[in-house]
């Protein structure tokens, strides 16, 4: 059980109802008379020692305000990180996990995403969909500057970037990004009757051919969290070329690229009159330090202003003079993925040269009523109930969070099928093991997928505990996500991976990764997940999506084809240089790292 309420009094959860979730949308996006152009409520927390309250919503600036000039510029804020890669931000070539502190930093998205899982516009200023989901019109702010004297953002501009983002494959959302833009000639989407038209230099309007869900399309605009996107000059790459651009990146965002070591640092120097907020601080830099004690200590020392934290450092943190903390609920979800259930073909229609049903966990019959898919479907499930989820909330995670059992729905509580839960059984796991052919266990390949989420290493050496305790052979797999990331992609890592993600705007779009079009896979392809997660996904009607959701995901745990290990709160330590006060989250659907650095002021 989260701290939320107990002896700490931290934070909030906000449980919203996918209904809800579709009319904030719908009156964000309108018919096809009906355009937004406020933003959305943001909820802001109060730091204080040790932890955060609540206070009333604030609307997000628009614009950038000139600074108080009580507030001293200048500085350099140091921020720690386990990972980030090597900086790419060109979207032809830009994955994760860099895509999430890219996006936060020199990017910005189209949207930003509010606490109650609502589209706010950031770099769209506003929007229009025709009451048939096809047609959508999108208006772009006037005046947005590009980094390094590139000129003003036009929709030529928004249109290459999703054309890029679609064309480089890297992206979790890069084959749907290709679909929603679509493109007559083929080699955009390709869709029949799909369109992308630049009306005007602030107007782009897209004819999608099939109905769009608005939460489909606002998951990959986003401004925060590993599926966002931003938008780059085209006049850049045509003039120095992909690679040099993507090094030296001009995009929007209040912060641009000086430097960067990979592995090292990158060295990011604040925008000047900002369209929509000045950085106080003159200079940020992500510092790549994998160890959480050299973090620690950094911030102790006062080197790191603020660093990616582990649940267990909080006393020791605390303990700095001048530290605070600011907490957030629902910062991510950490699940399994099972991967190596390739049944059915591959986008090409040819059967996937990866699958293995000697593989314990892996059905050598995709008929559900078949005995050798009983049997795959009880390993998985052994798996599963072999581990203690609520110690792993407790230890690891300090009690800043709450076990969960199905990926992908955390923030939609409300709409859960209660019988969602595996109880801690490890004598039952270790028979159904037996039952299953395998009394003397199997060997299977763990990998923690380093994403920056708290604890995602060692949750994952506990998983791997629990089932040693079993019988199971395992060997854990320490590696960069870059590295393990590629053969997710091509669908040719074969094992299990612990996989933190954030919130959904739907949990229909966490099911889109058992689509065999998504660039991204969760491991398991099958032709019932094929049917109806893509009827799903085009569904309109928010009472039918919420019905076929149900059924999708009741489907996932009654197969246990993929699994959650926990929800867990966010953490953002402030060290004694920077002033809490007004440091509040801009995306909503990225708070387990800290962001929008721009609005910290020196204390």
Known sequence: MSKTGQNRGHFRYWPQALLLLFAALLVACGSSA??????????????????????????????????????????????????????????????????????????????????????????????????????????????????????????????????????????????????????????????????????????????????????????????????????????????????????????????????????????????????????????????????????????????????????????????????????????????????????????????????????????SDPDTESQAWADAANVRKALNIAIDRQTIVDTLLSGFGRPQSVRDWMGHDENANPDWVYPYDPELAKQMLADAGYPNGFSITLTPSIRGAPAEVEACEAVAQYWEAIGVDVKLQNVPYATIRPELISRNYIGVTCHTVGVRLSPIIGASNYVVKSTFSYGTHHPWLEENVSAASVEVDPVKIQQAEREIYDWIFDNSIASSLYVHDGIWPVGPALDSEGWVALDWSEVRTAHNFESVKPR
């Open 34 to 363: 009906t355009a937004t152009s406020a933003p959305a409520n943001t909820t802001e927390p109060t730091a204080v020692s040790g932890g955060s309250t609540t206070v009333a919503p604030t609307a997000m600036p628009e614009a950038t305000e000139t600074p108080p000039t009580e507030v001293k510029r200048g500085g350099t804020i140091n921020m720690g990180q386990k990972e980030t890669g090597i900086f790419e931000a060109h979207p032809s070539k830009s994955s994760s996990p860099r895509i999430q502190f890219t996006s936060t930093t020199v990017g910005e998205g189209l949207i930003t995403t509010g606490t109650d899982f609502s589209a706010t516009p950031m770099l769209a200023k506003s929007w229009s969909v025709s009451d048939d989901f096809l047609t959508w019109t999108w208006k772009f702010q006037e005046g947005v500057q590009f980094h390094k004297g590139y000129g003003e953002m036009h929709a030529s501009d928004v249109l290459y970037s999703y054309v890029q983002w679609n064309a480089g494959g890297l992206h979790a959302r890069s084959g749907i990004i290709g679909e929603y833009f679509g493109g007559e000639d083929g080699t955009f989407g390709g869709r029949e009757g799909a369109s992308a038209e630049i009306v005007d230099d602030y107007t782009l309007a897209i004819n999608t051919g099939v109905p769009w869900v608005p939460a489909q399309v606002f998951e990959f605009m986003r401004n925060g969290g590993g599926s966002s996107s931003w938008v780059v000059s085209e006049k850049q790459s045509e003039e120095i070329g992909i690679d040099a651009a993507s090094r030296d990146i001009a995009a929007t965002g209040p912060w641009e690229i000086e430097s960067a070591e990979s592995g090292i640092s990158w060295n990011l120097n604040a925008v000047q009159d900002h369209w929509r907020q000045t950085p106080f601080f003159d200079k940020l830099v992500y510092w790549s330090i994998p160890e959480e004690a050299a973090r620690v200590a950094g911030f102790q020392t006062g080197n790191l202003d603020s660093f990616d934290m582990a649940f267990d450092s909080l006393p020791t943190v605390e303990g700095v003079d001048g530290a605070k903390i600011l907490g957030f609920s629902n910062a991510g979800q950490a699940g399994l993925n099972f991967y190596g259930q390739l049944y059915g073909v591959d986008k090409e229609g040819n059967e996937y040269s990866q699958y293995d049903p000697s593989l314990a966990w892996v059905s």
